[in-house]
């Protein structure tokens, strides 16, 4: 997806270790989503950040999963403790400014072993 | 019921027929549709954007809203092996807190016969 970068593409955790999951828009994107997409399924909403203020997080599936974006740019997920439900695709997402059509980066593929 | 309904198919047509796809959504509120177009191992590409009742055309893709139906369909002409993927429905939604979210469907999944 042009405009936005995830990092790492692949990560393979055991269960229980900590991971972190970064996305990077270009510059200028003041709304940025978090999405989860298991195996044969669609985007599920996880988080919504306008800029530094995380406005919604109804999605996040339980307190192991935390989202940041200090300083309204990059945005990190953290997931703690991983289990093995946690295996998915994460992808990151910003509207265009005009449309608010959706773009996506090329996600993050979590295995959690 | 869940806010936005795909059959998962697969949908299998032959090479050079017109495979329609189809989505229906629960809030009436809404007011922006999607469709976006998923290979395998990929992430999801918008292909098209729907803002009001009727047909919007481009190249192959024609989308079609009908707001009192609460349904939006894909239509690919002169389907190609190469269309083959699964194909996202997304509406976006106004939330309870004042925000807006994207909600999809769990798509559906397109063969195109060679």
């Known amino acids: 997806g042009a405009g936005v970068s995830q990092s790492p593409r692949y990560k393979v955790a055991k269960r229980g270790q900590d991971v972190a999951l970064r996305c990077d828009p270009i510059s200028g994107h003041v709304s940025l989503f978090w999405y989860q997409q298991a195996l044969g399924q669609g985007p599920e909403f996880l988080t919504y950040?306008?800029?530094?203020?995380?406005?919604?997080k109804s999605g996040l599936p339980s307190d192991r999963f935390f989202a940041e974006r200090p300083e309204g740019s990059v945005s990190t997920l953290k997931i703690q403790r991983t289990q093995q439900e946690d295996s998915a695709v994460y992808l990151c997402?910003?509207?265009?400014?005009?449309?608010?059509?959706?773009?996506f980066g090329e996600g993050s593929r979590l295995t959690v072993l | 019921q869940k806010e936005v309904e795909q059959n998962s198919g697969p949908l299998s047509v032959p090479e050079g027929a017109i495979a329609s796809l189809n989505c229906t959504y629960s809030?009436?509120?809404?007011?922006?549709f999607f469709w976006y177009r998923q290979y395998s191992g990929k992430s999801p590409e918008l292909i098209m954007s729907?803002?009001?009742?009727g047909d919007k055309e481009d190249g192959r893709f024609t989308a079609q809203l009908n707001k009192a139906s609460q349904y939006v369909s894909l239509l690919i002409r002169d389907s190609q092996p190469s269309d083959s993927a699964t194909y996202l429905c997304a509406v976006n939604i106004a939330t309870t807190s004042g925000t807006y979210k994207y909600i999809f469907g769990t798509g559906t999944r397109l063969k195109v016969l060679a």
């Open positions: 997402a910003t509207p265009g400014v005009d449309t608010g059509e959706l773009f």
């Open positions: 729907i803002y009001s009742n």
């Open positions: 950040f306008q800029n530094e203020a995380q406005l919604d």
């Open positions: 809030d009436r509120g809404s007011q922006s």
